[in-house]
């Protein structure tokens, strides 16, 4: 993945900031926490894939970058509060939030096969812990005076995904939250932006069928696979100064897929 810093030499475009990462042990989220650290910010690192989470933040470590590990469980309200409050004693302060993790429903059932517990599972960790980590941040954000939230939504609900029910509730609702939480959190100087992803390639998508995975590149305006780096610079964009008067968007990464 390439180092983000600003050209010509100047300091990383995220020096000095701490950032938490949700979801940071594996794929989009750890590709985050990745570019975040190399942007010059200090980055603690929330999953619930505890073993895997300290070799990436460890391996981060050992390239000379700031990052810590912490447990998450999105669906334990507890686990939350919990997290949040150690990402500020860890960090010492916090200036920007990642809302990455997320469950799916697994896909290719239509509306009337998924049963209620997945579709409550999947809201209670991508929508109901999107908004706990994001209130139990807050007051470290308002304190940062320059606080930046991104949420990983998707492009899924701009298009209407058939077969990804729950998953496309789950990712509409977190557009919404954006924009409510934006006029919110505006008084506080803090962002709230999105950004949605196409489809990836991750370990999270290996269950995706290839004829989805043909449509994203027949349709793509740049013909070609999504990889993580592809979504890095959105996010870095998000939470650097360059974005302080972008706030309640909703930014489509996927290759010209959804023009939005």
């Known amino acids: 993945m390439p180092e ?19 979801g940071a042990a594996r794929g989009l989220g750890l590709a985050f926490a990745t570019a975040i650290a190399e942007a010059g910010a200090s980055v603690a690192m929330a999953d619930i894939l505890a073993d895997r989470l300290h070799q990436e933040a460890d391996a981060l470590t050992s390239r000379g ?4 590990a ?21 960090l010492g302060r916090l200036d920007g939030l990642v809302n990455n993790a997320a469950v799916t429903d697994s896909g290719g059932r239509d509306a009337s096969a998924i049963d209620i ?34 949420n990983l939504a998707s492009d899924t609900p701009l298009w209407g995904a058939p077969n990804l029910l729950a998953y496309v509730a ?10 409510s939480l934006a006029r919110e959190l505006g008084p506080d100087n803090i962002t709230v932006n999105a950004v949605a992803p196409g489809l990836t390639l991750v370990e999270a998508t290996e269950y995706v069928p290839q004829k989805r995975h043909e449509l994203y590149r027949e349709q793509r305006a740049i013909s070609r696979e999504q990889l ?3 979504v890095c610079g959105a996010v870095l964009f998000a939470l650097s100064d360059l974005s302080r008067f972008v706030t309640g968007q909703t930014l489509a990464v996927n290759g010209g897929f959804v023009m939005h």
């Open 228 to 230: 993580p780096a592809d």
């Open 117 to 150: 517990a997945t579709w409550d599972r999947v809201m209670n960790v991508n929508v109901r812990g999107t908004w706990l980590m994001t209130t139990a941040c807050l007051p470290a954000l308002r304190d940062s005076g320059r606080g930046a939230i991104v």
């Open 4 to 22: 983000f810093a600003h050209p010509g030499g100047a300091s990383p475009m995220l020096s000095g900031r701490k950032v938490l990462v949700t």
């Open 170 to 179: 789950s990712k509409s609702a977190i557009i919404g939250i954006t924009r």
């Open 65 to 68: 970058l700031h990052a810590v």
């Open 70 to 90: 912490l447990p998450l469980d999105l669906a334990d309200p507890a686990s939350v509060q919990a997290c949040a409050a150690e990402a500020v004693r860890k």
